[in-house]
């Protein structure tokens, strides 16, 4: 960030800082159904690769095979919420925890649960009860970290993920975890060891990328921040934030149209991304390049058509390119909105100002 600051760079990062240890199937007893458990454990291959349709599948017949077996409806509902479905994902918590009150595993995917769909209290309360029941359930001291990351407590945070990586040395997502609540606390140059040692895990993850990009950014390191980004959008090119944060950094280099090919994919995986309209038609404006940017201005304000600065310049860029009556047009809604033009006048047009947003 250049000077980078909290001023200068918005940093949208995907920090969904839990993991799971995936457990057996098979610790129902002699009882469960050996065909429940066999889609039991296919399931939790199937969560484990994120293939969470495939889980839910395999869940239901296991439950149809053994209604008894709690703890596939307690996975079926890890799957759910994976998936976005709450309300399903609650519902085979709940039963889940009435049918095995003392499985510290139960208590653990409905924390799970909980966190996913946002209440990190309540993911906080279960993981706890779980970790009474088995002090060893180092899925439960994962995501109690990360709902604690989430609810401001770092030092709470770092506490559980440091009895997570004594459980287990090679659990990424411990380090990932710990790493996130080091950088909010502003010590950097150790959240990049943590989130290191994570990539060193796993390759692949891009939660880690996304935080050490907002890491190498806060320490003003914008092309080790590109790096990191580059590399997510190379596992999974449908990565829309990375390549808006993407953006924002090329904008702080000065590489604009970098930044509006960034923000063009970016749109072109969702056309309802309001902010990348914004910025791109700022980059555009800036270049002078009239038409794109009014057609950006255009689209910023079907999104919030109550947005004065927006009409002022796509007014200063049908000027520009001889429509006058259009420029007058927008310049008589600003005032409406606004009052007047002096404020937005006083204001020179720029590209995006930056700042950090650490977490979703």
Same mark, same amino acid.
């Given at each position: 960030?250049?000077?980078?600051?909290?001023?200068?760079?918005?940093?949208?990062?995907?920090?969904?800082?839990?993991?799971?240890?995936?457990?057996?199937?098979?610790? %129902?007893?002699?009882?469960?159904?050996?065909?429940?458990?066999?889609?039991?454990?296919?399931?939790?291959?199937?969560?484990?690769?994120?293939?969470?349709?495939?889980?839910?599948? %395999?869940?239901?017949?296991?439950?149809?095979?053994?209604?008894?077996?709690?703890?596939?409806?307690?996975?079926?509902? /890890?799957?759910?919420?994976?998936?976005?479905?709450?309300?399903?994902?609650?519902?085979?918590?709940?039963?889940?925890?009435?049918?095995?009150?003392?499985?510290? %595993?139960?208590?653990?995917?409905? !924390?799970?649960?909980?966190?996913?769909?946002?209440?990190?209290?309540?993911?906080?309360?279960?993981?706890? *009860?779980?970790?009474?029941?088995?002090?060893?359930? #180092?899925?439960?001291? /994962?995501?109690?970290?990360?709902?604690?990351?989430?609810?401001?407590?770092?030092?709470?945070?770092?506490?559980?993920?440091?009895?997570?990586?004594?459980?287990?040395?090679?659990?990424?997502?411990?380090?990932?975890?710990?790493?996130?609540?080091?950088?909010?606390?502003? %010590?950097?140059?150790?959240?990049?060891?943590?989130?290191? *040692?994570?990539?060193?895990?796993?390759?692949?993850?891009?939660?880690?990328?996304?935080?050490?990009?907002?890491?190498?950014?806060?320490?003003?390191?914008?092309?080790?921040?590109?790096?990191?980004?580059?590399?997510?959008?190379?596992?999974?090119?449908?990565?829309?934030?990375?390549?808006?944060?993407?953006?924002?950094?090329?904008?702080?280099?000065?590489?604009?149209?970098?930044?509006? #090919?960034?923000?063009?994919?970016?749109?072109?995986?969702?056309?309802?991304?309001?902010?990348?309209?914004?910025?791109?038609?700022?980059?555009?404006?800036?270049?002078?390049?009239?038409?794109?940017?009014?057609?950006?201005?255009?689209?910023?304000?079907?999104?919030?058509?109550?947005?004065?600065?927006?009409?002022?310049?796509?007014?200063?860029?049908?000027?520009?390119?001889?429509?006058? #009556? #259009?420029?007058?047009?927008?310049?008589?809604?600003?005032?409406?909105?606004? !009052?007047?033009?002096?404020?937005?006048?006083?204001?020179?047009?720029?590209?995006?100002?930056?700042?950090?947003?650490?977490?979703?």
């Amino acid at each position: 960030m250049k000077r980078v600051g909290r001023s200068l760079l918005i940093l949208v990062v995907a920090v969904a800082i839990l993991g799971i240890t995936l457990a057996s199937c098979s610790d %129902q007893g002699s009882g469960t159904e050996e065909r429940a458990i066999a889609h039991c454990q296919v399931a939790i291959e199937a969560i484990k690769q994120g293939q969470y349709e495939i889980a839910v599948k %395999q869940l239901s017949q296991a439950v149809d095979a053994d209604p008894t077996m709690a703890l596939a409806y307690s996975w079926r509902a /890890v799957a759910y919420a994976s998936m976005g479905d709450c309300e399903a994902a609650l519902e085979d918590s709940n039963r889940a925890v009435q049918m095995a009150p003392t499985s510290a %595993q139960v208590y653990a995917n409905r !924390g799970y649960t909980y966190f996913v769909c946002g209440d990190c209290t309540k993911a906080v309360a279960d993981c706890t *009860r779980a970790i009474e029941i088995d002090p060893h359930n #180092e899925p439960a001291y /994962v995501t109690r970290a990360g709902a604690y990351g989430l609810l401001g407590e770092y030092n709470l945070t770092i506490a559980d993920s440091d009895r997570a990586i004594e459980l287990d040395p090679d659990d990424a997502m411990a380090y990932n975890n710990r790493g996130y609540a080091l950088m909010a606390k502003g %010590q950097l140059e150790a959240a990049i060891s943590d989130f290191a *040692r994570a990539l060193q895990i796993d390759p692949d993850m891009t939660r880690a990328l996304s935080n050490r990009a907002t890491a190498y950014m806060l320490l003003g390191e914008y092309d080790l921040a590109i790096a990191d980004l580059s590399r997510i959008v190379q596992i999974d090119p449908g990565e829309t934030t990375a390549y808006t944060n993407r953006g924002l950094l090329y904008t702080a280099k000065g590489m604009y149209r970098s930044a509006i #090919e960034d923000y063009t994919r970016a749109i072109e995986l969702d056309p309802g991304l309001e902010e990348a309209y914004a910025r791109r038609a700022s980059l555009h404006f800036t270049l002078g390049d009239w038409e794109a940017a009014a057609a950006d201005y255009t689209m910023a304000i079907s999104f919030d058509p109550e947005n004065p600065k927006a009409y002022y310049y796509r007014g200063i860029c049908y000027r520009n390119l001889g429509r006058q #009556e #259009e420029a007058d047009q927008d310049f008589a809604k600003v005032i409406e909105l606004a !009052g007047s033009l002096d404020a937005i006048e006083k204001s020179e047009e720029k590209p995006p100002r930056l700042k950090i947003k650490i977490a979703q």
